[in-house]
Protein backbone atom coordinates (compact mmCIF):
# COMPACT_ATOMS: atom_id res chain seq x y z
CA UNK A 1 0.00 0.00 0.00
CA UNK A 2 1.38 3.56 -1.47
CA UNK A 3 1.52 5.94 1.81
CA UNK A 4 0.91 8.55 -0.46
CA UNK A 5 -2.73 6.90 -1.38
CA UNK A 6 -4.05 5.06 1.85
CA UNK A 7 -6.96 3.46 1.35
CA UNK A 8 -8.89 4.95 -1.45
CA UNK A 9 -12.71 4.29 -0.92
CA UNK A 10 -15.66 4.81 -3.92
CA UNK A 11 -19.27 4.10 -3.01
CA UNK A 12 -19.45 1.50 -6.18
CA UNK A 13 -16.35 -0.60 -5.08
CA UNK A 14 -15.74 0.13 -1.78
CA UNK A 15 -11.99 -0.06 -0.31
CA UNK A 16 -9.19 0.40 -2.61
CA UNK A 17 -6.15 -1.73 -1.16
CA UNK A 18 -6.02 -3.97 1.11
CA UNK A 19 -9.32 -4.28 3.70
CA UNK A 20 -9.56 -2.30 6.77
CA UNK A 21 -8.04 -3.91 9.92
CA UNK A 22 -10.69 -5.35 12.23
CA UNK A 23 -10.25 -4.65 15.69
CA UNK A 24 -12.26 -5.82 18.93
CA UNK A 25 -15.10 -4.04 20.34
CA UNK A 26 -14.04 -1.26 23.28
CA UNK A 27 -16.19 0.21 25.48
CA UNK A 28 -15.85 3.70 22.96
CA UNK A 29 -16.45 1.17 19.79
CA UNK A 30 -19.18 3.18 18.18
CA UNK A 31 -22.36 0.80 16.02
CA UNK A 32 -23.72 3.63 14.20
CA UNK A 33 -23.36 6.54 12.30
CA UNK A 34 -25.88 9.10 12.38
CA UNK A 35 -26.45 11.27 9.28
CA UNK A 36 -27.91 13.71 7.65
CA UNK A 37 -28.25 14.53 3.58
CA UNK A 38 -27.37 17.63 1.80
CA UNK A 39 -30.50 20.22 2.06
CA UNK A 40 -31.26 22.27 -1.04
CA UNK A 41 -30.28 25.52 0.64
CA UNK A 42 -26.07 24.52 0.79
CA UNK A 43 -24.61 26.58 -1.13
CA UNK A 44 -25.94 29.65 1.36
CA UNK A 45 -24.14 27.73 4.19
CA UNK A 46 -22.16 29.66 6.97
CA UNK A 47 -18.25 29.80 5.41
CA UNK A 48 -15.25 31.90 5.11
CA UNK A 49 -13.21 29.74 2.16
CA UNK A 50 -12.19 31.62 -0.40
CA UNK A 51 -13.83 28.98 -2.76
CA UNK A 52 -17.25 29.15 -1.91
CA UNK A 53 -18.53 30.96 -4.50
CA UNK A 54 -17.56 27.17 -6.58
CA UNK A 55 -19.57 25.25 -4.22
CA UNK A 56 -21.15 22.61 -6.64
CA UNK A 57 -23.96 21.04 -5.05
CA UNK A 58 -24.39 17.60 -7.21
CA UNK A 59 -20.94 17.21 -6.37
CA UNK A 60 -21.08 17.69 -2.88
CA UNK A 61 -24.25 15.35 -2.28
CA UNK A 62 -21.74 12.89 -4.32
CA UNK A 63 -19.33 13.45 -1.81
CA UNK A 64 -21.66 13.04 0.81
CA UNK A 65 -23.00 9.91 -0.31
CA UNK A 66 -19.67 8.36 -0.90
CA UNK A 67 -18.87 9.35 3.05
CA UNK A 68 -21.91 7.31 4.18
CA UNK A 69 -20.95 4.48 2.05
CA UNK A 70 -17.44 4.65 3.76
CA UNK A 71 -18.83 4.09 7.26
CA UNK A 72 -21.22 1.14 6.44
CA UNK A 73 -18.13 -0.84 5.00
CA UNK A 74 -16.88 -0.33 7.89
CA UNK A 75 -19.25 -1.95 9.60
CA UNK A 76 -21.61 0.59 11.29
CA UNK A 77 -25.10 1.09 10.88
CA UNK A 78 -25.91 3.95 9.13
CA UNK A 79 -28.78 6.04 10.65
CA UNK A 80 -30.47 8.78 8.57
CA UNK A 81 -32.43 12.22 9.84
CA UNK A 82 -34.78 13.67 7.79
CA UNK A 83 -33.29 16.27 5.37
CA UNK A 84 -33.81 19.86 6.18
CA UNK A 85 -33.82 22.09 2.88
CA UNK A 86 -34.71 25.23 5.12
CA UNK A 87 -31.65 24.98 6.85
CA UNK A 88 -28.07 25.14 4.91
CA UNK A 89 -25.93 24.10 7.74
CA UNK A 90 -28.04 20.96 8.11
CA UNK A 91 -25.55 17.84 7.24
CA UNK A 92 -22.77 18.89 9.87
CA UNK A 93 -24.81 17.23 12.28
CA UNK A 94 -22.23 16.49 14.92
CA UNK A 95 -22.12 20.66 16.10
CA UNK A 96 -26.33 19.14 16.91
CA UNK A 97 -25.73 16.69 19.53
CA UNK A 98 -22.69 15.71 22.01
CA UNK A 99 -22.94 11.74 22.66
CA UNK A 100 -21.22 10.12 25.82
CA UNK A 101 -21.95 6.63 27.12
CA UNK A 102 -25.47 6.36 27.11
CA UNK A 103 -26.66 10.16 27.33
CA UNK A 104 -27.39 12.64 24.70
CA UNK A 105 -27.31 16.45 25.38
CA UNK A 106 -28.60 18.35 22.36
CA UNK A 107 -26.89 21.27 21.58
CA UNK A 108 -28.24 25.11 21.81
CA UNK A 109 -25.99 26.05 19.23
CA UNK A 110 -24.24 30.07 18.74
CA UNK A 111 -25.10 30.82 15.48
CA UNK A 112 -29.48 31.63 15.40
CA UNK A 113 -29.17 30.71 11.84
CA UNK A 114 -28.58 27.45 12.48
CA UNK A 115 -31.07 26.66 15.61
CA UNK A 116 -33.98 24.40 14.84
CA UNK A 117 -31.27 21.80 12.91
CA UNK A 118 -31.23 20.20 16.01
CA UNK A 119 -35.19 19.10 16.14
CA UNK A 120 -34.61 16.13 13.77
CA UNK A 121 -31.52 14.83 15.48
CA UNK A 122 -33.07 14.93 18.67
CA UNK A 123 -36.09 13.01 17.45
CA UNK A 124 -33.97 10.33 16.23
CA UNK A 125 -31.66 10.11 19.14
CA UNK A 126 -34.53 9.87 21.56
CA UNK A 127 -34.74 6.13 20.54
CA UNK A 128 -31.61 5.03 21.87
CA UNK A 129 -30.19 7.70 24.42
CA UNK A 130 -31.17 9.67 26.97
CA UNK A 131 -31.53 13.19 26.23
CA UNK A 132 -31.36 16.42 27.42
CA UNK A 133 -31.27 19.87 25.78
CA UNK A 134 -28.77 22.53 26.71
CA UNK A 135 -30.38 25.90 27.89
CA UNK A 136 -29.32 29.19 27.34
CA UNK A 137 -27.16 31.10 28.11
CA UNK A 138 -25.20 28.17 27.34
CA UNK A 139 -24.02 27.82 23.87
CA UNK A 140 -22.48 24.16 23.04
CA UNK A 141 -21.58 22.95 19.69
CA UNK A 142 -20.58 18.86 19.42
CA UNK A 143 -17.48 19.78 16.94
CA UNK A 144 -15.82 21.45 19.93
CA UNK A 145 -15.48 18.04 21.64
CA UNK A 146 -12.90 15.40 21.82
CA UNK A 147 -13.95 12.12 22.96
CA UNK A 148 -12.11 10.15 24.96
CA UNK A 149 -13.63 6.91 26.92
CA UNK A 150 -13.07 8.74 30.33
CA UNK A 151 -13.67 12.15 29.57
CA UNK A 152 -13.76 14.49 27.12
CA UNK A 153 -11.90 17.37 25.41
CA UNK A 154 -13.59 20.54 24.50
CA UNK A 155 -13.25 23.81 23.04
CA UNK A 156 -14.25 27.37 24.87
CA UNK A 157 -14.77 29.08 20.94
CA UNK A 158 -16.88 31.36 18.96
CA UNK A 159 -19.25 28.35 19.27
CA UNK A 160 -19.18 27.31 22.61
CA UNK A 161 -19.01 28.98 26.10
CA UNK A 162 -18.31 28.06 29.78
CA UNK A 163 -21.77 27.34 30.39
CA UNK A 164 -22.22 25.16 27.79
CA UNK A 165 -19.31 23.44 28.90
CA UNK A 166 -20.79 23.23 32.59
CA UNK A 167 -23.90 21.83 30.93
CA UNK A 168 -22.04 19.24 29.39
CA UNK A 169 -20.63 17.77 32.05
CA UNK A 170 -23.35 18.08 34.34
CA UNK A 171 -25.57 16.16 32.23
CA UNK A 172 -23.13 13.35 30.64
CA UNK A 173 -21.40 12.70 33.97
CA UNK A 174 -17.99 13.00 32.68
CA UNK A 175 -15.08 15.33 33.27
CA UNK A 176 -14.10 18.24 30.61
CA UNK A 177 -11.17 19.39 29.78
CA UNK A 178 -11.07 22.90 27.90
CA UNK A 179 -8.82 24.64 25.68
CA UNK A 180 -9.50 28.18 25.55
CA UNK A 181 -9.45 30.18 22.09
CA UNK A 182 -12.19 32.57 21.22
CA UNK A 183 -10.59 33.00 17.31
CA UNK A 184 -11.96 29.26 16.35
CA UNK A 185 -15.01 27.86 15.84
CA UNK A 186 -14.75 24.65 16.62
CA UNK A 187 -11.18 22.67 18.15
CA UNK A 188 -11.87 19.70 16.41
CA UNK A 189 -10.47 21.09 12.98
CA UNK A 190 -7.76 21.28 14.84
CA UNK A 191 -7.09 18.16 17.26
CA UNK A 192 -8.94 15.23 16.83
CA UNK A 193 -8.53 11.49 18.67
CA UNK A 194 -7.18 8.27 16.48
CA UNK A 195 -7.34 6.07 19.29
CA UNK A 196 -4.50 4.08 21.17
CA UNK A 197 -3.99 7.22 23.26
CA UNK A 198 -2.61 9.14 20.09
CA UNK A 199 -4.01 12.47 19.06
CA UNK A 200 -3.23 14.41 15.79
CA UNK A 201 -2.85 18.07 16.18
CA UNK A 202 -1.71 21.39 15.04
CA UNK A 203 1.22 23.06 16.52
CA UNK A 204 -0.53 25.35 17.53
CA UNK A 205 -2.11 22.89 20.44
CA UNK A 206 -0.03 20.41 20.21
CA UNK A 207 1.30 21.11 23.70
CA UNK A 208 -1.62 22.09 25.44
CA UNK A 209 -2.14 21.25 29.12
CA UNK A 210 -5.41 19.16 27.82
CA UNK A 211 -3.35 17.08 25.36
CA UNK A 212 -0.88 16.31 28.33
CA UNK A 213 0.16 12.22 28.56
CA UNK A 214 -1.06 11.60 24.80
CA UNK A 215 1.46 11.04 21.42
CA UNK A 216 0.86 13.98 19.08
CA UNK A 217 0.65 13.89 15.72
CA UNK A 218 1.85 17.37 14.45
CA UNK A 219 1.22 17.28 10.23
CA UNK A 220 2.84 20.04 8.06
CA UNK A 221 1.68 23.44 8.31
CA UNK A 222 0.11 23.02 4.47
CA UNK A 223 -1.38 19.65 5.69
CA UNK A 224 -3.10 21.09 8.60
CA UNK A 225 -6.73 20.70 7.47
CA UNK A 226 -6.24 17.34 7.78
CA UNK A 227 -6.63 17.05 11.28
CA UNK A 228 -10.10 16.77 11.21
CA UNK A 229 -10.24 12.87 11.31
CA UNK A 230 -12.50 10.38 12.10
CA UNK A 231 -11.09 7.53 13.66
CA UNK A 232 -13.53 4.00 13.55
CA UNK A 233 -11.79 1.10 15.35
CA UNK A 234 -7.74 1.34 13.77
CA UNK A 235 -9.14 2.78 10.41
CA UNK A 236 -8.98 6.59 10.08
CA UNK A 237 -10.50 8.58 7.32
CA UNK A 238 -8.76 11.37 6.12
CA UNK A 239 -9.42 13.97 3.45
CA UNK A 240 -7.75 13.78 0.69
CA UNK A 241 -4.94 16.55 -0.91
CA UNK A 242 -2.61 15.68 2.62
CA UNK A 243 -0.11 13.02 1.58
CA UNK A 244 2.56 13.85 4.34
CA UNK A 245 -0.38 13.84 6.58
CA UNK A 246 -1.63 10.57 5.55
CA UNK A 247 1.84 9.11 5.96
CA UNK A 248 2.46 10.08 9.55
CA UNK A 249 -1.05 8.31 10.50
CA UNK A 250 0.14 5.17 8.95
CA UNK A 251 3.46 5.17 10.48
CA UNK A 252 1.70 5.20 13.66
CA UNK A 253 -0.12 1.81 12.36
CA UNK A 254 -3.48 2.95 11.47
CA UNK A 255 -5.37 2.68 8.29
CA UNK A 256 -5.41 5.77 6.22
CA UNK A 257 -9.22 5.83 4.20
CA UNK A 258 -8.66 8.96 2.01
CA UNK A 259 -11.58 10.47 0.92
CA UNK A 260 -12.37 13.28 -1.25
CA UNK A 261 -14.34 16.31 0.85
CA UNK A 262 -13.67 19.49 -1.53
CA UNK A 263 -16.90 20.85 -1.31
CA UNK A 264 -17.71 20.05 2.25
CA UNK A 265 -14.50 21.88 2.69
CA UNK A 266 -16.49 24.90 0.69
CA UNK A 267 -18.64 25.56 3.82
CA UNK A 268 -15.96 25.31 6.53
CA UNK A 269 -16.82 21.20 7.11
CA UNK A 270 -14.65 18.27 7.31
CA UNK A 271 -14.64 14.72 7.77
CA UNK A 272 -16.24 14.91 11.89
CA UNK A 273 -19.02 17.53 10.83
CA UNK A 274 -20.88 15.13 9.04
CA UNK A 275 -21.82 12.16 11.33
CA UNK A 276 -22.23 11.69 14.92
CA UNK A 277 -21.03 8.01 15.62
CA UNK A 278 -22.49 6.19 19.15
Known amino acids: MGWDAGLRFDG ?6 NPPITQTVSSMEPKRALVRDIGDRYKSCLSTHPLHSTLDLALAREQHATYCSALKELGLE ?25 KALICRMAKTSRRG ?19 SPATVEGGDVVHLDDKLISGISQRTNPE ?34 IMIATERYATHPALEGFQIIIPPSDNEYAADTLAVSDTVLMAEGYPEAHKMVEEAGFDVVVLNVSEIQKCDGALTCMSVLF
Not at 181 to 194: C, E, Q, R
Open 12 to 17: LNGFKG
Open 78 to 102: IIHVSRDDERPDSVFVEDNVVVHKG
Open 117 to 135: EERGVETVLKQYLKVKRAM
Open 164 to 197: GIAQMQEWLGVPVATVFDPSIMHLKSYVTYLGRD
